[in-house]
């Protein structure tokens, strides 16, 4: 759709900022309808009410908004550096575990062999369908892992669905602390992948789109689980791996344990996996990190939008010392309501708050800062 503004009351730069505004944002919302996909008639758009200053405080507003969010662009393209920067980590760690080898066969340093994974592996134990409920399992439940359990590069135990009461449950496998587990059918991009369980509640279940891959008694664990996500090894795997879909591929244990691997030596594995380990715990804190900073600045960024869309977002130039000049002032007092808005049609605005140059009358809002 094409929407059109009577510019005489409403400046487009204003309305694009009021439509992410939680006030227009939740009446979308209620409006759609459909199932899965979503969809808006034209006469719900034209429904939904806005709150409309005069033009002048508009254009007011937009210059103050201009450089709030441009600040926080700033911040945003902060983070995604240091998105960029952690990935450059990870990679690090998965460097650290292999000689530079794009092909197998290659040359290996001294004390190093190749190998087949079936070497370091004593066995792998297949999960098995059972039948489960949509939602997570509770208390002292059973659940059966989903495979988004595996595939963000940490183990994720909330990632599971409670199975059915009545179902069959065998024991022998509830997932354990220190268990290597891949996922054998998944996307093109998520096939194969490998997370070492570093903690999991008791009564979790492998599910069959699940291994657990048990690693010989003289091969570390920790060196093994790392090896599997390197990317040497995960194109082995995509090259391996089948499906009548280009969608959902698998990868069979017979593919799996042909895979051409270089082996380290015993205290070499020990040391390699102890700091590949470190590094990927170490690059997860700080994604989680960056993941949280981008939702704040997002959350500033919606309730930078509300404030300014709901007439409380005042701009005291001239007044006061300069840090209470670039300070970012809200109006108290409670935000005009949609019922007292005009819809962008047929009516007079509604009388808009003015903005007031009096300290008196205005509150500092605690401005949130991003800082890497």
Known sequence: MRVQVRPEILHPGYLGHLWQSSQVREQLEAAAGGGRMRSLAMRALQEVRLPLPPLAEQHRILEILRERLWRLDRGGEALRRAAAGVTLLQDAAYDALAPCCDAPFESLPPGWSWGQLGDVIKRIEAGRSLEYNRRPARGDE?????????????????????????????????????????????????????????????????????????????????????????????????????????????????????????IAPPGEQVRLG???????????????????????????????????????????????????????????????????????????????????????????????????
């Not at 997002?298 to 130039?317: F, I, S, W």
């Not at 001239?318 to 300070?327: C, F, L, N, R």
């Open 142 to 262: 059973w659940g059966v892992i989903k495979t988004s359990a595996m595939t963000r590069g940490a183990f994720r135990e909330t990632e599971n669905k409670a199975v059915r009461a009545g179902a069959r449950i065998d024991e022998g496998y509830e997932i354990r602390a220190g268990d290597i587990l891949l996922c054998r059918a998944n996307s093109p991009d998520h096939v194969g992948a490998t997370v070492q369980v570093a903690a999991c509640r008791p009564r979790l279940l492998l599910s069959d789109k699940s291994l657990r891959l048990v690693p010989e008694q003289d091969i570390d664990g920790r060196w093994l689980a790392q090896l599997l996500a390197t990317p040497y090894v995960r194109t082995q795997i995509a090259q391996r791996s089948r499906g009548v879909l280009a969608s959902m591929q698998h990868i069979a244990q017979a593919g799996l344990r042909d895979i051409p691997i270089p």
């Open 274 to 372: 102890q700091r590949a380990t470190a590094w990927t715990l170490g690059a997860q804190r700080l994604h989680s990190q960056v993941q949280k900073a981008q939702e704040k600045s997002e959350q500033l960024r919606r309730a930078l939008t509300d404030v300014a869309c709901t007439g409380r977002l005042v701009g005291p130039a001239g007044v006061g010392t300069p840090q209470q000049e670039s300070a970012l002032l809200v109006r108290p007092g409670p935000s005009p309501r949609v019922d007292d808005s005009i819809e962008r049609s047929r009516h007079r605005p509604a009388v808009w708050p003015t903005a007031g140059r009096d300290l008196k009358t205005t509150i500092a809002a605690v401005q949130l800062e991003l800082e890497i």
